[in-house]
């Protein structure tokens, strides 16, 4: 897995995508990080606070709007935990 070809097909994918917005962008960034950080190991698990922060969304209606939106515009496989204890799980999908 090449990141900087995954980040190409990405932002190729997205232009042509009319749902998609910065907002969106952002958000896939962060998840895009997480998934840098741990290796690119699929799924990842995450923090709402972290990517939160890190995407600079302030709300947390637009987190899992966006969240869901990528989940199912096909960008990821978002898994939500159920468990407050437990983190929901990301898989960043291939392009």
């Known amino acids: 897995m090449n990141p900087a070809n995954h980040l190409t097909c ?3 994918k997205a232009t042509n995508d009319e749902a998609i917005n910065p907002t969106h ?3 896939y960034i962060a998840l895009f990080q997480c998934w840098n950080i741990n290796r690119f190991r699929n799924p990842i698990s995450i923090s709402r606070e972290e990517l939160m922060r890190s995407s600079k969304i302030n ?3 637009t987190y899992h709007k966006c969240l869901r939106n990528l989940h ?3 960008y ?3 898994q939500p935990s159920k ?3 437990t983190g929901s799980h ?3 999908l291939t392009f």
């Open 25 to 27: 962008i952002s958000l």
């Open 72 to 74: 199912d515009y096909g």
């Open 90 to 92: 990301v898989k960043m």
């Open 83 to 85: 468990n407050p204890f």
């Open 59 to 61: 709300s947390k209606a």
């Open 10 to 12: 990405f932002y190729e």
């Open 76 to 78: 990821i496989d978002y």
